[in-house]
């Protein structure tokens, strides 16, 4: 199981947007290993964030893949944007897309890693004939929308049954949770089975990113040896 190789992903959503070439800079020197990037169009989601643009502008100051997460509807249009402007990783909610496979693949052949992204109410068989097209599952564990949440603990089951998932398919496939994380659940999320963890407000909202950081990876650990 893919479970000690944990990545931490600060979402900007919590960041300060005035300053956010050095908040990305900040998260980075602090042991982020992806930077998360929360795209809302108060369509799809109620609440309106940044598009391609902002994504171009924060590249420099990103050494580590930018990990777009499309709240969006459409979705297809705006994912060769999102490519060109220096995204790694693209998903989206299935929910956003008439033909998944399709939106899949083309996030493929943009060059980057496919996401599907499941709602706390989105059951899980959208992956049933696409676990070959898929790079990375996110498991919402909040409704999509605002940083800020509580974390729903039904998503540590969900994370559970994702896990059997990939590990049934043999494939090198993340698993990521989103929403509502903190130091004191993370080892909860791992223990189920996810390894990519986003975190907004737990890591921007607080002064200290690295010891918001190191206090994550603790728990990390505490939850792989405590396993
Ligand atoms: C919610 C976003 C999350 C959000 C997480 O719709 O997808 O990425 O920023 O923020 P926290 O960690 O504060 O719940
Ligand atoms: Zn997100």
Not at 60 to 78: C, E, G, N, Q, S
Not at 207 to 214: F, M, S
Request: charged fraction near 25%; proline fraction near 5%.
């Amino acid at each position: 199981m893919a479970g000690k190789d944990f990545r931490i992903a600060p979402s900007i959503l919590s960041a300060d947007f005035a300053r956010l070439g050095e908040e990305v800079r900040g998260v980075i020197a602090a042991g982020a290993d992806l930077i998360h990037f929360d795209v809302m169009d108060n369509h799809y989601v109620p609440n309106l964030t940044v598009g391609p643009l902002v994504c171009e502008a924060i590249r420099p100051f990103a050494t580590v893949p930018i990990d777009v997460h499309l709240m969006v509807k459409p979705v297809d249009r705006i994912v060769p944007d999102f490519a060109k402007a220096g995204a790694r990783i693209i998903s989206f909610h299935p929910e956003a897309s008439e033909h998944i496979d399709r939106t899949l693949s083309l996030i493929r052949d943009e060059g980057c890693k496919a996401g599907l992204v499941f709602n706390p109410a989105t059951p899980l068989f959208y992956l049933d004939h696409v676990m070959d097209k898929v790079d990375l599952i996110l498991i919402m564990s909040v409704n999509p929308g605002f940083g800020g949440q509580s974390f729903i603990a039904s998503a540590l089951d969900k994370i559970a049954a994702a896990r059997r998932r990939i590990d049934a398919s043999g494939r090198d496939i993340w698993l990521e949770v989103d929403g509502g994380i903190k130091a004191d659940n993370i080892g909860k999320a791992a223990a189920a089975g996810a390894d990519t963890f986003v975190a907004g407000s737990a890591i921007f909202g607080e002064k200290d990113r690295v010891g918001a950081i190191r206090r994550m990876r603790e728990a990390l650990k505490r939850a792989t040896i405590g396993a």
